[in-house]
């Protein structure tokens, strides 16, 4: 059984840093693609970024500069480091899987976390 776990949300002020962690079990890490997703009230679920299986990241426009996709794979692990927090990044945010191959669209991945809030004020 597949499980992902997001963890390190919470409540920041703009201009703070976060940094989510996202730990995977029951599959074998170093083969998935892992992406991070997040959705604000109201609007649909936008990719982050991902990152392949060899650690090579790549990100949405809107964090660019301001967020990190890492990856452990000693410790099946996935992190975002969040810099320069915005009001407007404040949303539920998800890590998911997929094997082999980077996607950007959610519905494209395998697996997912249950999400984790992260809320920054103005």
């Known amino acids: 059984q597949v499980n992902l776990v997001e963890s390190g949300g919470g409540l920041v002020q703009a201009g703070g840093s976060l940094r989510l962690s996202c730990a995977a079990s029951g599959l074998t890490f170093s083969n998935y693609v892992m992406g991070w997703f997040r959705q604000a009230p109201g609007k649909e679920r936008d990719i982050v970024g991902t990152?392949?299986?060899?650690?090579?990241?790549i990100y949405a426009d809107s964090v660019k500069g301001r967020f990190t996709i890492s990856r452990d794979n000693a410790k099946n692990t996935v992190y975002l480091q969040m810099d320069s927090l915005r009001p407007e990044d404040t949303a539920v945010y998800y890590c998911a899987g997929r094997v082999w191959y980077r996607a950007l669209r959610d519905r494209e991945y395998d697996y997912w976390g249950q999400g984790t809030q992260v809320t920054v004020s103005s």
């Open positions: 990152i392949s299986r060899s650690g090579a990241a």
